[in-house]
T-cell receptor
Framework: GAVVSQHPSRVICKSGTSVKIECRSL??????MFWYRQFPKKSLMLMAT?????????EQGVEKDKFLINHASLTLSTLTVTSAHPEDSSFYIC??????????????FGPGTRLTVL | AQSVSQHNHHVILSEAASLELGCNYS??????LFWYVQYPGQHLQLLLK??????LVKGIKGFEAEFIKSKFSFNLRKPSVQWSDTAEYFC??????????FGAGTTVTVRA
């Protein structure tokens, strides 16, 4: 149980285009999802907290207009990198926290999406 | 602001050696503690977690960790490592707001 998927696993795009990454909780409902960014040989940096039915909460220094987050249902959150540039190339990871009764204090991580902006 | 410190950046050891990775956090309130592992090319996997109760926690793959509240520490241990334990290990902490703060990670290389 508690499986989180991400799609796509890899994406290559041209500079200036937008890319959408999906994060799904497959076998549980997630009221809260988190988006992280991981640079090579570095730790995970929390970008934003996504709450179902409300606006995402962004961490300091993360541009909300550049990284659009939508959490339209209890099983799906999307991250859209708008007008992507090479410096946005990174590994993006989502996690989901279950509703009460499904390891409420634990986050379940997706496999990540490797974004390369040319 | 809370922080999580992992003392070792890179640990190299031989198979069958014992492993201990240090983790300290700065948050003073009640916290939940986690150790995650990331094998090369794979996603984060939970090794073990501590929420409350017995401070010695046993996880998967023979790993264990001990929570010492007075030292704000949650060190990870494995008595005898295998080549397949080569990976990146992350300590993480979250307080009541459920945001996870990760340590910088420790790269463990096990030589056959």
């Amino acid at each position: 149980g508690a499986v989180v998927s991400q799609h796509p696993s890899r994406v290559i795009c041209k500079s200036g285009t937008s890319v959408k990454i999906e994060c799904r909780s497959l076998d549980f409902q997630a009221t809260t999802m988190f988006w992280y960014r991981q640079f090579p040989k570095k730790s995970l940096m929390l970008m934003a907290t996504s709450n179902e039915g409300s606006k995402a909460t962004y961490e300091q220094g993360v541009e909300k207009d550049k990284f659009l987050i939508n959490h339209a249902s209890l099983t799906l959150s999307t991250l859209t990198v708008t007008s992507a540039h090479p410096e946005d190339s990174s590994f993006y990871i989502c996690s989901a926290r279950g509703v009460a009764g499904v390891s409420y204090n634990e986050q379940f991580f997706g496999p990540g999406t490797r974004l390369t902006v040319l | 602001a809370q922080s999580v410190s992992q003392h070792n950046h890179h640990v190299i050891l031989s198979e069958a050696a014992s492993l201990e990775l240090g983790c300290n956090y700065s948050y003073g309130g009640t916290v939940n503690l986690f150790w995650y592992v990331q094998y090369p090319g794979q996603h984060l996997q939970l090794l073990l977690k501590y929420f409350s109760g017995d401070p010695l926690v046993k996880g998967i793959k023979g790993f264990e960790a001990e929570f010492i509240k007075s030292k704000f520490s949650f060190n990870l241990r494995k008595p005898s490592v295998q080549w397949s334990d080569t990976a990146e290990y992350f300590c993480a902490v979250n307080p009541h707001d459920y945001k996870l703060s990760f340590g910088a990670g420790t790269t463990v290389t096990v030589r056959a």
